[in-house]
């Protein structure tokens, strides 16, 4: 049972670069989030999704964009990125929106230049 | 907005010591969760409250819900190194808020043996 996957571990980008951070789970869970952590931040919302074809914006959107085509999966597109987005990020799944543990992957450590 | 608070933001203990972090929102919580970050890691369900002045004992952990639903703590008896880590609360609100999931800053706890 694989759980959450994130893709990649690490990644570095130049400003103004676009990337897509992967993220897979394998629970058929509904709900599924992304969260950046920064040093003395804690974990900052980005953006969730409580359905296929479903997306919200968490506390932290700007210079992200999200989609949900499959229950499965839920990809995270930086379409330029900027050094203020060097960060950890973590995709976490859940069976629905209330009453249940989150599932994190692994993270993301992405560093931009 | 809705926000969560989380203080101490780092303690450091001599194994065998208690520990305790604590909680705090503006407005009333619909459940809390605790969750468990090892060094390098990826945050890791601990467990839910969701009922007001609600006590839960995990082993050697203790974790309250206040009776107004605006606080929550985790107390650590006699910390062993293996209590290494970051120790986060995530809150959900009521209404519109509730398929948010907002972490709190978090609470860094080092266990000198």
């Known amino acids: 049972n694989a759980g959450v996957t994130q893709t990649p571990k690490f990644q570095v980008l130049k400003t103004g670069q676009s990337m897509t951070l992967q993220c897979a789970q394998d629970m058929n869970h509904e709900y599924m989030s992304w969260y950046r952590q920064d040093p003395g931040m804690g974990l900052r919302l980005i953006h969730y999704s409580v359905g296929a074809g479903i997306t919200d914006q968490g506390e932290v959107p700007n210079g992200y964009n999200v989609s949900r085509s499959t229950t499965e999966d839920f990809p995270l597109r930086l379409l330029s990125a900027a050094p203020s987005q060097t960060s950890v990020y973590f995709c976490?799944?859940?069976?629905?929106?209330?009453?249940?543990?989150?599932?994190f992957g692994q993270g993301t450590r992405l560093t931009v230049v | 907005g809705q926000q969560v608070m989380q203080i101490p933001q780092y303690q450091h203990v001599q194994e065998g010591e208690d520990f305790t972090t604590y909680c705090n929102s503006s407005?009333?919580?619909?459940?809390i969760q605790w969750y468990k970050q090892r060094p390098g890691g990826h945050p890791v369900f601990l467990i839910q409250l969701v009922k007001s002045g609600e006590v839960k004992k995990q082993k050697r952990l203790t974790f309250q819900f206040g009776e107004a639903k605006k606080n929550s703590s985790l107390h650590i008896t006699a910390t062993q190194t293996t209590d290494v880590g970051t120790y986060f609360c995530a809150g959900r609100f009521y209404g519109g808020a509730t398929n948010k999931l907002i972490f709190g800053t978090g609470t860094l706890l080092a266990v000198q043996p």
């Open positions: 976490a799944s859940s069976l629905g929106p209330m009453d249940t543990e989150a599932f």
């Open positions: 407005t009333t919580l619909s459940n």
